[in-house]
């Protein structure tokens, strides 16, 4: 499966952004699905993830109650909202997918997006 991952740009602190990712493979709600970022010089780390029927989530601390990942099968997208943005949320985000369950490091993961760059300035 391809995936495309779109909506990042360059906002100040307080902000908010929706990351899109749209996936290719037309069997998509099999697959399970998650964001990662990874900012300069660091490794890249999870950020939330999705099963495939949407009924499970899971968010990494640092983004708990801020961002909140969602998916629409009908479309294949998965998005990523993304509320009350801070510096510390720079970097690169990924959308990955695989088929079965969901996970919360990269090597779980299949099937990766090219990655969206996203800027928050103080």
């Known amino acids: 499966v391809q995936l495309q991952a779109s909506g990042g740009g360059s906002v100040q602190a307080g902000a908010s952004l929706r990351l899109s990712c749209t996936a290719s493979?037309?069997?998509?709600?099999?697959?399970?699905a998650a964001w990662f970022r990874q900012a300069p010089g660091k490794r890249r780390e999870f950020v939330a993830n999705?099963?495939?029927?949407?009924?499970?989530?899971s968010t990494a601390d640092s983004v708990k109650g801020r961002f909140t990942i969602s998916r629409d099968n009908d479309k294949n997208m998965v998005y990523l909202q993304m509320n009350r943005l801070k510096p510390e949320d720079t970097g690169v985000y990924y959308c990955?997918?695989?088929?079965?369950?969901?996970?919360?490091?990269?090597?779980?993961?299949?099937?990766w997006g090219q990655g969206t760059q996203v800027t928050v300035s103080s």
């Open positions: 493979e037309r069997t998509f709600s099999t697959y399970a």
């Open positions: 999705i099963s495939w029927g949407g009924s499970a989530r």
């Open positions: 990955a997918a695989r088929e079965g369950g969901v996970g919360v490091t990269p090597d779980w993961w299949h099937y």
